[in-house]
């Protein structure tokens, strides 16, 4: 395990695909955020990973992000027909992998060990290791009060202002036994949300400690480009926390874990503060439509990481 690469759903998992791409599976491990898990209609749904999963597997649904593509929607329409809850959308494919887990859950498997299941049956050969197999819910703090994640994001569609996070369970939390921190060359955030997705996974007791004595560089690539998050909340979140939403922000917010921090070129005049900052810099475009777009920020933050003392 030369890489451990954090990440939580859709924008961390495009450049997790570049990496799978660059760096060969008995060399890089995924750990992903499991905050966004909930139980829904009876199945543990664990969004980050299934999104992480599919999208390594080249199928995941290229419009949402989330989801396999060539879906159908008969098991929603069929719920609806129930009065069932059907905000929260399980494409026809995508239900077999709920059920599968549901049932391998059952039989006494961990979290980890169903998704390493998954992951061989969809010919996945990289490592895929949800932060801690504890349970772990993220909560949004909003007017009306605490939300759990999945209500803020899909059912109420982020638009409760938000106030703070806390994350359900965290303090018995462990960390994922199977990480390894000894004989890593690098660490590498994924642009993905840094407070309901990265957060949650630097969160559990331990994890902060075993980054720091894996002594190695710790790079993260920026969620926010221009003063934007490329998808989701992240930017939205900032300003209702009465941050700049910047990437000079994300940087100071990572400060005191990460060594390094990719730029994308819109942001290059930012290049001086976040050296302030203590940190390596690179400039990249880190806006990634294609998957060679994903596979060069991958090579480019690979090599970032042999650069930095
Ligand atoms: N996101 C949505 O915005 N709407 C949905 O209906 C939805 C369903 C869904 C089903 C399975 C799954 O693995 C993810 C799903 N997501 C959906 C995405 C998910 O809510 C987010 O990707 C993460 O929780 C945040 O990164």
């Not at 069932?84 to 026809?92: A, N, V």
């Not at 994924?190 to 969160?203: L, M, W």
């Not at 100071?252 to 976040?274: C, M, P, Q, W």
Request: proline share 6%; charged share 20%; aromatic share 8%.
């Amino acid at each position: 395990m030369k890489y451990l690469a954090f990440t939580g759903g859709v924008g961390g998992a495009k450049l997790a695909l570049g990496l799978s791409h660059v760096v060969s599976a008995d060399e890089l491990t995924f750990v992903v955020n499991t905050g966004d898990d909930f139980k829904h209609l009876g199945f543990h749904i664990s969004p980050d990973v299934d999104t992480l999963t599919y999208t390594l597997a080249g199928r995941s649904n290229q419009d949402t992000g989330w989801g396999t593509k060539n879906e159908s929607w008969h098991f929603m329409e069929a719920l609806e027909g129930l009065d069932e809850p059907t905000w929260f959308r399980l494409g026809d494919r995508d239900l077999a992998l709920h059920v599968y887990r549901r049932e391998r859950l059952a039989a006494g498997l961990t979290l980890t060990e169903t998704t390493g299941e998954i992951a061989a049956k969809l010919g996945i050969s990289h490592r895929i290791l949800p932060m801690t197999d504890d349970p772990v819910q993220t909560y949004v703090h909003t007017p009306k009060g605490p939300l759990a994640f999945q209500h803020y994001f899909v059912r109420d569609r982020c638009k409760p202002s938000v106030s703070g996070f806390e994350f359900r369970g965290i303090a018995d939390a462990r960390v994922n036994p199977v990480i390894n921190f000894d004989e890593l060359h690098g660490i590498i955030v994924c642009p993905s949300n840094p407070f309901v997705s990265v957060d949650p996974i630097f969160a559990i007791p331990g994890m902060k400690e075993g980054i720091r004595r894996s002594n190695v560089p710790v790079v993260a690539v920026s969620p926010i480009v221009g003063g934007a998050a490329i998808k989701g909340p992240t930017a939205k979140m900032m300003k209702e926390l009465n941050v700049p939403s910047t990437a000079l922000e994300v940087a100071r917010h990572y400060d005191n874990i990460i060594t390094g921090f990719v730029l994308d070129e819109a942001d290059r005049e930012a290049t001086k503060s976040v050296q302030g900052l203590g940190l390596s810099i690179d400039v990249q475009p880190t806006v990634m439509v294609t998957l060679d777009d994903r596979i060069a920020l991958a090579h480019a933050v690979v090599e970032f990481i042999g650069k930095i003392p």
